[in-house]
Every structure is written in C-alpha cells, then in structure tokens.
C-alpha cells in the first residue's frame, strides 16, 4: 500500500499551522542540500560553540587553539536533536528519510563539493532509501553536487555508485532519464563520456557570475535570481564573506529589510523571505534547500584572528534538522508549510464515511473503513551507538508496542479508533507513554498541550484527560475499550472533546516516548504515528 502524507497537519511552537491538502503540483519540485561529513573527518573529540560561547567564550576566540577548542578543529555551531552523531549511522538515517519523505522533498544532493565522497555514508543512505521504498513510502531520490576538483570526482563517483556495480538504480534522481550529477561546467569538454552519462546540472557559487544553467545552492543578493525556472532557498547566508568574523552576514532573523531581529530569530524570517521569493513567482518550478545536516565548521586562523568558515552559531547557521533545544523543530515545520505552499496544495476536502463501531462485536465491522493510517516503516528499530567521539553512548529501546496500523470511524455521537501493533499489548502499569491517542477538535491551534487538548491512554486504559499547556491533566473522564492480543479498540464520545460541531479533528497515537512530557522526542524514542509535532487529519 503506497503511503499517503496529505492527511498530515501540525502547529509549531510559534503557533503557525500546516494544513492537509487534497493535491498539489506535481511538477513543482524541491531539493534539499545533504552532508555527510559528520564523524568522516578523524576527528576524536567533540568542540560545541554554542556552548563554548555559554560557557569558556575565551577559549573559542584563542586563536592559539588551545584543549578545550583546538585550532583547525571541527566544531558543531550546535547539537543536533539525535547527538553528535556519525553520518554514517542508520538509526539516524532512518530518521532523516522519514521526516524528509513526510515534508515533501523530492531529492537530496550530496554535498561532495570539496571533492570528498564519503561513499559508506551514500551507501548507507541509499540502502535504506530502498527499503523505505519497498514498503510504499516516496521517498526523496538522491545525486551528487561537486565542485572542487569537479571532473575528476565525477569519474570517483562513476566508479564507486554507477558503473558496473550499478548500486541501487530505483533511487538515483533520474527525472529525465538519466542520473542526476551536479558538476563545473568544463566536464562536458574534459571527459565527454561522464557528460552523456549523466543528466549534468551546473554548480553555481554565490560569489561567481550568474549562470542561466546552474543550479545554485545559495544566493548572496536578494531577492535571488531564477536560474531556468530554480530558484535558491537558504536558511541564511553569508553574505558578506564566507567567514564569520566579519559583520553583516544574513543569520536566521534577517529579514532582507535592514533588520537582524536577533532576539526573535528562531522566526525564520531570513528563510520566510527565501521562501517567498519562489511562491511569489510562476516562473520558478524548483527550489534548492539550504540545508538539513551540516551543523558545523573548522576552526580557522585568519590572519592573527579566530573565525568559522559556513557556519558559526544558532543565528548563524543553515541547518533545517532539528537541534536539541534552541530553534527545536521550527525550522523542519517552516520547511514542510512552505513546500505545500510552494507546490499550491488545495485544501482537503476528503470527508470520511460515517459508520458505528460497536467495540463488543468483533473486528470484522473494520473491513471496510477506509481511513487507514500507516507508520512509513513496520519495523520496531532501536538505537544503541556512540557520538562520533566513541564516547558518548546514546540507546533508544525499541517501542514496547510497535504501532504498525491504525483506523478510525465516527457517528454522530462517537470517534472510534482500531489500533494494532506487532505484538500483543501490553498492560498499561499506569505507564503515562502507553498507548496515547492524542486528539483535539477541528484544525490546529494552540490549545492545550503543544496544540493537543486531550489524551487518552495516559493516566490508565480507558482514561480520557484534558491537558494544559505543560501536559498535565485538568479534567478526567474514562472512555470504553477493548484489548485483544495485538488490537486496541477505543471510543471517544465527540462532545467531551468539543468535536460535536466541528468539521474534523487531528490526532496522533503514540507508544513507549522517553520523556512523554517532551514534544521533542516524538521524533527520537517509542512508536509514533506520525512524528513530533505532526497529526493526521480526520474530516467528518
């Protein structure tokens, strides 16, 4: 069964709502710029800036490099939600193809411009694009974008990925026939057989001049220029010099009128603009995203003074994937609006067929319900490596009830939800992760606990409890269930939730969180249909 996204809807931490849609423009398409360089440099340990500049701001600016922030080392400008992690890490790269499969990007480029391959990490990407694949997800298809040194590490990547070993051919970008290769613009004269190999994209630097074939990955002048119809969408820009030690570059709050907006900058009014800049124009049919996994740079001496080449901090950075704390998921959940915007997605108008479920009467009365909602993989996994330094460990169970299916019903006085999993359920032990069906009235707001107005499941089987705004309960109720083996059915009456006048509810269903009090790690830990901070739509 192919594995449907447009039922998805959500609200960030700001209180801006992502709305299902019916269709969208197929021929619209966006990328996003991958890296996959994390753990793939030699380095041993891990230097933080973020947390340098909390903690020994003096040691950062040393240009001596001294132990705690050595010069020429790599550092995060921050952490990323799943840790310091090596790219290489399937765990963490299960997690990537699930959030961008569910935001609608259609293809990831490999950063390989500084003419580094990294191929275990490719492969590692590309064997596990195949399996999401098999198993009916749409996934982003993958290519490579070069620059230092283009040709020769265009013939790498032939060598390595294409040419007898023909690796995982369902998942290359092949949107014209051919795979998909970002390279200068002298292959095509330096070696003629990789040019009519691959369909070839030109690379375009944002400090070279303008090319109507390029595809650029960022822009320094605003708004950008449309190379044939692509346009570039960066989270920030370092406009002013590709090192950060020099003022006026574009962090995440600027908002290309003269204003930093350094205290609200998790806005993403940099990216917003960016954004507008392709949805407000009918000539642009594809963006380029500025990018998901970067987070960090090298430690450089610049002439007597510290400075970061890409990235140096929060504000100053361009990474999309989520970190711990700080900007959290915002930027991910800006990213997927925009994509519906961009490709003119029509609301949803997709009602469902009204039908009693009487719970006592056996699983047979489901059959024929047609509102099925499927996790993109059935397979329970868990996590147990280390941070790049093989000293951090970091270990997610895997979920104690694997969600592998679940359906709902309604009439005019009932919700009814059918939720299976792999194995039979377990009992609750008054568990406040077990099991919850989380679930408010119409269309997203804030309300309640991260836009959540109830849940059930939590205190005990059966409880229904009101939340506030930090997750703990203001009202109780209990609803009727049944438990057998490897199903759950649950009733939830449509007046105490307020959906008795409403055109629908969103909800999500969740198994074994860490922390269920922390809106974050439904991305990390348990079994949760759908992640974070994103529901399924229901419409009566």
């Known amino acids: 069964m192919e594995k449907n996204f447009n039922a998805l809807c959500g609200i960030d931490e700001f209180g801006r709502t992502i709305m299902p849609y019916d269709s969208i423009d197929e021929k619209k398409k966006v990328g996003i710029f991958y890296f996959c360089w994390l753990g793939q440099l030699g380095d041993k340990e891990i230097y933080d800036i973020e947390k340098l500049l909390k903690k020994d701001p003096e040691s950062l ?73 098999k198993e009916g997800v ?160 090298q430690k450089l001496n610049l002439m007597g003074e510290t400075g970061f080449c890409d990235c140096f901090s929060e504000e100053y950075s361009r990474d999309v994937e989520m970190m711990r704390g700080g900007y959290g998921d915002a930027f991910y959940m800006q990213m997927i609006n925009n994509i519906r915007k961009f490709k003119k997605a029509t609301p949803f108008t997709q009602s469902a067929k009204m039908k009693e479920i009487n719970i006592s009467e056996g699983l047979a009365q489901w059959d024929d319900v047609k509102n099925i909602y499927l996790p993109q993989t059935s397979d329970n996994y868990s996590r147990d490596s280390f941070a ?34 792999e194995n039979d359920i377990t009992e609750s032990r008054m568990r406040p992760g077990w099991m919850n069906v989380f679930i408010s009235a119409g269309t997203p707001k804030k309300q309640g606990w991260e836009g959540y107005k109830f849940v059930a499941n939590r205190r005990c089987a059966g409880s229904l409890d009101e939340l506030n705004c930090a997750g703990f309960t203001v009202s109780y109720a209990k609803t009727d269930y049944i438990i057998e083996k490897n199903t759950m059915q649950l009733v939830i009456p449509r007046d105490i939730i307020g959906a008795d006048a409403t055109e629908g509810f969103y909800f999500k269903v969740a198994d074994s969180v860490k922390d269920p009090f922390d809106i974050s790690e439904y991305y990390v830990s348990g079994s949760v249909l759908p992640a974070g901070r994103l529901s399924w739509y229901y419409k009566f």
């Open 61 to 133: 600016w040393d240009v001596k490099g001294p132990d705690e922030s050595p010069a020429w080392g790599f550092h995060y400008w921050g952490e990323p939600l799943y840790g310091y992690y090596n790219s290489e890490e399937r765990f963490v790269i299960r997690k990537h193809i699930e959030l961008l499969s569910a935001a609608g990007i259609d293809y990831i480029l490999f950063d390989n411009t500084n003419a580094q391959i990294y191929p275990q990490v490719i492969l590692n990407i590309m064997e596990e694009l195949e399996r999401y694949q």
């Open 138 to 297: 749409k996934v982003p298809k993958v290519a490579c974008y070069t620059n230092s040194g283009s040709v020769q590490t265009v013939q790498i990547i032939w060598e390595i990925f294409y040419k007898e070993k023909n690796l995982h051919p369902d998942v290359w970008y092949s949107p014209n026939g051919k795979p998909v290769i970002v390279a200068t613009s002298d292959l095509e004269t330096e070696d003629p057989k990789m040019y009519e190999f691959f369909d070839v994209w030109v690379s375009q630097w944002p400090n070279e001049k303008f090319s109507e074939k390029g595809l650029p990955w960022m822009e320094w002048t605003y708004p950008q220029p449309i190379h044939k119809g692509v346009v570039s969408v960066s989270v920030a820009q370092h406009a002013k010099g590709i090192f950060y030690t020099q003022k006026g570059n574009w962090g995440r709050g600027y908002d290309h009128e003269g204003n930093d907006n350094h205290d609200t900058f998790r806005l993403g009014q940099n990216f917003q603009k960016q954004w507008d800049t392709a949805i407000n124009n009918e000539d642009v049919n594809e963006v380029f995203v500025t990018g998901w996994n970067e987070w960090g740079a």
């Open 388 to 421: 790049y330094d093989n000293k951090i460990h970091y270990h997610t169970d895997p979920a104690e009830n694997n969600i592998t299916e679940v359906r709902v019903s309604h009439d005019k006085n009932n919700i009814y939800f059918l939720i299976k999993t």
